[in-house]
């Protein structure tokens, strides 16, 4: 008897029918990068459509999102340098602008989850995501304490989810438990396990002035060649107290999203990060490209390689078309 595959392919209504990985509003994570100020809205040049918002207009941002559907959305601070030095102290700043922007949309919008991020990089005068030595090694076990004062200053000002993005080695476990002797057990950790030293980065360093100021991020950062050490940092994440894992970028590293995916006990995310989207707006904008096709292409991708939720520049977009089509 011959197969004949394309049977299933017919009609639209067949092909939906017979459809295996379907993208929901609900898998969808929207990064938003808050700056100091009021009324201030400035695009990132790298990133068209993207802004750096002032924290009123985060909270605006947070109430359309919620209302096209969105339930998460993660948050990055841009701030001036002033505030910055080698200890990154202004990462646990009560009255800071991160710390109110969190309280000022859990305010707003209750539900709305947020995801912080720790990390030490967008408050430190080195730009690195730990403690810079003085011959400019990163000092992983010093670091961690500053890690985990940031999570629990951001949990107190009422995050749903802490993202650490450092790389740094055990910090899941020392924030975990630093986390839980605050009275925070409720609190989530979505670990960047396996976090790339990746050429796709560059827009969202632009986004905050975070980029290096000597040196790079090899050293903490995983190899684009490996997978098989992402395996390792998933089963070393989860055993240290990880709810959900991370791989970032997305598009390169879709083998490594399905590898995780097939062993892992919780979640995997996938951050399909700023230069994949600066990529296709360009191409678009240029023509060369149908955006809404590659991007709905794209995010599906991620679906089918395993991710449970994505988090995208393309989010309020794409939230914006499944609600039409719904």
């Known amino acids: 008897m011959l197969k004949r595959l394309r049977r299933n392919r017919r009609t639209a209504a067949l092909r939906a029918l017979v ?53 998460a959305v993660a948050l990055f601070p841009a701030l001036d340098d ?47 995501d730990g403690l810079l030595s003085e011959n400019g090694e990163i000092l992983n076990d010093e670091s961690l304490p500053i890690l985990a004062a940031m999570a629990v200053s951001q949990a107190k000002a009422g995050a749903d989810i802490i993202a650490p993005s450092d790389m740094m080695d055990f910090r899941i476990e020392y924030i975990r438990e630093e986390l839980d002797s605050h009275g925070f057990e409720h609190i ?12 796709f980065y560059g827009p969202f360093r632009d986004a905050l002035d975070s ?18 050490e992402a395996v390792r940092e998933a089963g070393t994440d989860i055993d240290e107290g990880a709810d959900i894992i991370m791989v970032k970028p997305g598009l390169p590293y879709l083998d490594v999203v399905r590898a995780l995916a097939e062993q892992s006990e919780v979640p995997v995310a996938v951050y399909n990060v700023s230069g994949e989207y600066a990529m296709l707006k360009a191409a ?13 292409e794209t995010l599906t991708a991620f679906k089918r390689a395993g991710a449970s939720l994505i988090l995208s520049y393309h989010t309020k977009e794409v939230a914006a078309w499944l609600k039409e089509e719904a």
């Open 188 to 199: 989530a950790i979505l670990a960047y396990t396996a976090k790339y030293a990746s050429a």
């Open 211 to 228: 980029a290096p100021r000597s040196g790079d991020k090899k050293t903490y950062q995983m190899d684009s060649a490996n997978v098989r």
């Open 19 to 71: 459809r295996e990985h379907r993208l929901d509003v609900d898998d969808l994570v929207m990064p938003l990068f808050v700056q100091p100020g009021e009324d201030k809205k400035d695009e990132i040049k790298s990133m068209p459509d993207i802004f750096r918002l002032s924290p009123n207009l985060i909270v605006a941002e947070c109430i359309a999102l919620w209302d096209l559907g969105v339930k």
């Open 284 to 296: 678009a904008q240029n023509g060369w490209l149908d955006y809404k096709s590659v991007v709905l």
């Open 82 to 128: 002033s505030v910055k030095d080698a200890k990154a102290t202004e990462s646990t700043n009560e009255d800071g602008l991160y710390q109110s922007t969190i309280r000022a949309i859990k305010a707003a919008v209750p539900e709305l989850l947020v995801i912080s991020d720790v990390a030490m990089d967008p408050y430190s005068s080195d730009g690195h």
